[in-house]
């Protein structure tokens, strides 16, 4: 691997900052492209000091094609990591127009440039809102997928563009990653989730809470037929999620992959709202008021993975956040 280049799209986010400081230091080479709509060029300044050295990066809009085309014309890249997109379920039932533009559209031209410069490896940041609420859980790959919100639906189209595309051209080579709930942060401290605006996600939510920049947790729903009333996922430390990342990209060079497969990023245990606010309390010692709300529209009652499928054909492990 050492010394592939690598375009990682999105790069500045919150997943993307933690994967490429494990592609650096796997010796892969990396170029970012962030249109900091939901980041901010500083956290590739965080990066840096995390390992040691400058990044190439360049302010892009996916949907901007020629911008596109032009970080392709200059570099060859042996294969891409596409994060670059909206993810946040509630706000893209509020403003589904966003999403899909974002979404959709700026992943249609990065497939149409890839393709236009012979770079045939993707591995892309799909999401477990694929499954909605699934019958059965976990939830297995092969499980039916169909979405209940509009974010959801952008990754299920997205990932029905690329099963297309591999079936059409059997040259790419497209792994899916399902990530189900990312939290934490790298262990310098230096990187994290700093969502623009008010967060939408749980997590950084009762970060905000704990150092008194918001007043309180809104609880969104307490009648769901679980263990406690409120909802249940299945909450991933970044940086195993980053790992998974590399485990994909690995075997999509090794010659036996073929096609665009999916695999879960999960930990295979459901934790409710309630279990990660009472977490957080333990492990900060802040109290964290709370209110309790009405359901989210576009919210599953319970969703958490198996794990089989990316162990058995990643050689991913993930460590379990509460032991
Ligand atoms: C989790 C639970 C909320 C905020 C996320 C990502 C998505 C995908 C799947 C990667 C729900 C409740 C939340 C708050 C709350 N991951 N909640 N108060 O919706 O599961 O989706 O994981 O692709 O990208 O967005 O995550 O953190 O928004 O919600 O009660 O202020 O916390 O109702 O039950 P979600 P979330």
Redesign the pocket.
């Known amino acids: 691997m050492e010394g592939k280049l690598v375009l990682v799209t999105g790069g500045a986010g919150f997943i993307g900052t933690h994967t490429v400081v494990q592609l650096l230091k796997e010796g892969f080479r990396v170029s970012i492209i962030d249109n900091f709509d939901n980041s901010v060029e500083e956290a590739l300044d965080r990066v840096k000091e995390v390992v040691g050295w400058g990044l190439f990066f360049l302010q892009v809009d996916l949907r901007n094609k020629d911008d596109l085309e032009k970080v392709f014309a200059k570099s060859k890249f042996d294969g891409v990591i596409h994060f670059a997109g909206r993810?946040?379920?509630?706000e893209s039932v509020e403003y589904p127009r966003r999403y899909f533009d974002n979404n959709l559209i700026g992943t249609i031209n990065l497939y149409e440039v890839m393709a236009k410069y012979n770079c045939k490896k993707m591995v892309f940041s799909s999401?477990?809102?694929v499954y909605g609420q699934p019958e059965k859980i976990p939830c297995v790959e092969d499980t039916e997928l169909k979405a209940m919100n509009p974010?959801g639906r952008t990754k299920l189209f997205l990932e029905e563009i690329a099963r297309d595309i591999s079936q059409a051209e059997s040259d790419w080579q497209i792994i899916l990653l399902r990530?189900?709930?990312?939290v934490a942060a790298h262990e310098s401290g230096k990187i994290g989730e700093d969502p623009k605006g008010i967060p939408?996600?749980?997590?950084p939510?009762i970060q905000q809470v704990a150092v008194g920049r918001l007043p309180e947790?809104?609880?969104?729903?307490h009648d769901y037929p679980t263990r406690d009333g409120t909802?249940i996922?299945d909450y991933i430390h970044v940086m195993d999620l980053a790992d998974g990342h590399i485990a994909a990209l690995k075997k999509l060079f090794t010659p036996d992959f073929k096609g665009c497969v999916p695999y879960n990023l999960g930990t295979g245990r459901g934790t409710s709202?309630l279990e990660m606010v009472a977490a957080f309390e333990k492990a900060s010692g802040k109290k964290i008021p709370m209110k309790l709300c009405p359901r989210?529209a576009g919210?599953a009652t319970a969703v958490y993975a198996a794990v089989d499928k990316a162990a058995k054909e990643l050689g991913w492990k993930y460590v379990l956040l509460t032991s």
């Open positions: 993810k946040a379920v509630g999401s477990s809102t974010y990530y189900f709930n990312p939408n996600n749980l997590m939510y947790l809104n609880v969104y729903g909802a996922r709202v989210r919210d």
